[in-house]
Structures are given as C-alpha cells and as structure tokens.
C-alpha cells in the first residue's frame, strides 16, 4: 500500500473514537490542538475523557449511526470483531476509518504527531513498525527551536507585512528566506527594532540581488556575529544538551578545546569552519588571551560562533572572561550549560557527590591555580575543616602536595579519597584510598589525567 502524506484541515470536523480506554485517550490528546469536534462512545469510558469538557463521550456501545457525519473514525475498541464492522461500515460509506493495531483494516494512517503551534510534521512507516516512528518524533521534536510557535507566528506576520511593503518580488522572496533562516539560528523571532530595519533594507529598489548571491552579500543585516558558548559535557558526547547540541549544528565556526568527544565535531556541517585551540599542562596551543580575540574576530566577520568546552564553561572554564571581552567589543553572546566532570566524571564511578547520611554538601575546588607560590589554592586551611565531599578539577599532578597540606592542616589522614579518570564510552577508571596513601596507589596503578579528585565518606561508595 502507498500512503500519501495529505495535510487535511479538521477543524470543527466530527472525529469518533469508538473505545474509551488509554489508546482512545492518546488519540484524543493528539487530535484536540487541531481544533476537531470530538466524540467518544465506549461502555466504559476513562475519567480522564469524561471529564474533558472539549471532547463529547457516550457511555454506551456503538451504534452504526454514530458513524454518520463523521469526518474520520478511529475504532480503538478491544473487540476485533467491533473493529472490524466499523472499518467495513466506514469504508461503505467514504469515511476515512483508522483501525488502532490493524493497518489492513485502516484506509488512513495515525502518524506519530509533532506539533508546534503552525508546525505539525506526521512520521509513520507505513504500519511497518510505530515505534520506529516514535522514536523519529522525539530525535525531531528535541531538534526544534524552544520558541518554534513565536517563530513561525513571526514569519506569519511578516509575510503580510511583506506583501504590503517590499514591492520587488524578488527582494520579498529574498527577505522572507533570509528572516526565517535568521529566526532558526538565533532561536528567537525578530525584535521590532530588527524587523524595521530588514523591511527598510529589502525595500530599497535601487539595488538588483542576483540569483547567485549570497546571504551575506544580499543583506549585511542578518550578518550580525554572535558567540555562544557550549558546555560539552563531561564523558561521551551524547551528554551534551539538546540546546547545546543545535547550536553545534548551526554554527558557521567552530573553535572547541580539549577534553571532549570529537564526536560532537560530526553534528557541524560540511560548511563550518572548525578550528582546535585546546589546552592541556605543557602544551598550549592558544593563550587565553588568543581565544578571545580569534572570538571576537570571527563574530566580527559576521558568523554564527560557537565556542565549545568541556564540560561546563562557568566551571572553571573561563568563559567568563570569554563573554567579558566579547561584551567589550558589543558582541551578541549567550551560554548553554553543560554537565561538568565535577558531578559526572564522580558519577561515572559509582560515587554520588552528596549522600543524605554521609554527605550534605559538597566543594569544588581548582587544583591548580596560577599566581601561588606551589600552584595549589590558597585557602587549603579552610578547606580541610570543610565538611562534606571536596572535589578537585585539575589537580592530577598535585595530589601529593594537596593531600599532604589537606593533612598537615587537621584533616583526617584516614579520609576516604577517590581519584577516578573519565572516559568518552561513559565508563570509568578509579582509584580509591585514604589521604594518606592515596597518592601512592595512584602512582602504582598507573592512572593517568585528567582525572577528578573526590574527597570525603562517599569516595568509598561504588553504587554500581
């Protein structure tokens, strides 16, 4: 059977659904933001369909003239023989019939449904499998603009306003393009002061835009830079969020560090330029200072920057100093969070950074720190009479030092400690022991960095 894709309007049509149980109620919650006159007739109905005041229920058993009006009817009874009537009756009649289980009794499809105020896009596999089908939807639907409805409310508006003020064709078929184009990579509709001035600049009939032109050269407006910095996450490359991952795949360049799957660098296009500026002790291949003005550089040159880190770039990841020089040069900046190896590299050993028993805080501390005389934190006092889990990021190489001055200011030599290295398959290797020895079974085991230093009563759990 071949299924076309028709997009049929349905509002204040007549829907049956003829059963009343949890099926009949997904395919109510489906159908009811398209507006449709709904009925339901079952012996039992559930009180969740009972009592939607949107929808009409009949508690009672089907009878062939419910059919009669109707628009479509979707028989979604637990008796096969009832079904079966009904598809037969429907299909006498013209009415589109939907079987729920039983394709060759369906003359139409229920796709999996997303739907995003104007958006409504149907997945279906033609009956060979819905859960393939579902699972399309959600990988669609999580790839979708958290402001999808105002955005397309905003291109909605915009095409009459067009209509009304860019006379040439062309230069309206050119702004509506490149609006839309903008609306999806900054995730937001245009503001007012935005729209003015894209209306003003497409107006203007004193300049000829040529078929192979390009965006940018078509309208120097939408070319405004911005940076957005992305949190990587911490582990295999799948952890990134899904605001983060979008914004991986609309970016124009690319700059990304160490410390993370490489993965991530497959979801940017063909077109993005990608450019490698990781750090790691003893090998730098970009000063901070670099960074930010290859940012603010690239943003200049009016291009969709994202700036990728390991884990999350407000810990101890500089981005505050990134969004500083690029608020100074009045570069449009935003942040994603990501997950940071101080909750996740622990996690992925088994070790929970607070327990309602053992641990009811926890302190995450940098491991190395410039402008000391040792490299080591200042305060190392006061974090020894903390309570709770101390975590180091970035103190692999310091642990000798750490745990002797950790000692040497009252803490418990018989702490327990946790030295556990992350990998990108979401696995872990860890190394566990005391502050008095822990630097010395780290050095046996041949553990190498980075690696996350988890301090306190639950460094010694291994949940799993």
Known sequence: MAYFPFFVEIENEKGLIVGGGRIAAHKVEKLLPFGVN?????????????????????????????????????????????????SALCKKKGILVNVVDDKEA??????????????????????????????????MAAELPNQMEKILDELNDLREIAKERIVD????????????????????????????????EYAKTDEHIHDDSTERDRNNISREGSVTLVGAGCGAYDLITLRGLQAVRNSEVLIYDDLMDERLLDHASESCEKIYVGKRMGSHSK?????????????????????LKGGDPFVFGRGGEEILALKQEGIEVHEIPGITSAIAVPAAAGIPVTNRKMSRSFHVITGHTA???????????????????????MGFHHLPLITEKLIGYGKDKQTPVAVVHGNFDGTAKAVRGTLENIAQKVRESKLEPPAVIIIGETAELELY
């Open 38 to 86: 709904l009925t339901v007739v079952a012996p039992e109905i559930l009180p969740v369909l009972k009592d939607n005041s949107a929808i009409s229920c009949l508690e009672r058993h089907f009878s062939d003239s419910d059919v009669e009006d109707c628009r479509f009817v979707i028989a979604a009874s637990d008796d096969v023989e009832l079904n079966h009537h009904i």
């Open 106 to 139: 369906c003359s139409f499809l229920f796709p999996a449904l997303i739907k995003e105020g104007k958006l409504t896009a149907g997945i279906s596999t033609a009956g060979a499998s819905p859960q393939v089908a579902a699972s399309i939807r959600s990988q």
């Open 169 to 200: 064709s062309r230069r309206r078929a050119a702004f509506l393009k490149d609006a839309a184009k903008f609306c999806m990579a900054k995730n937001r509709p245009l503001t007012e002061e935005e729209r003015e001035k894209w209306i003003l």
């Open 287 to 307: 000063k901070q200072e670099e960074i930010n003005a290859l940012l603010v550089e690239k943003a200049k040159e009016g291009r969709r920057v994202v700036r």
């Open 371 to 393: 402008g000391t005389k040792d490299g080591l934190p200042g305060n190392l006092e006061t974090i020894a009479k903390l309570d709770g889990t101390s975590i180091f990021l």
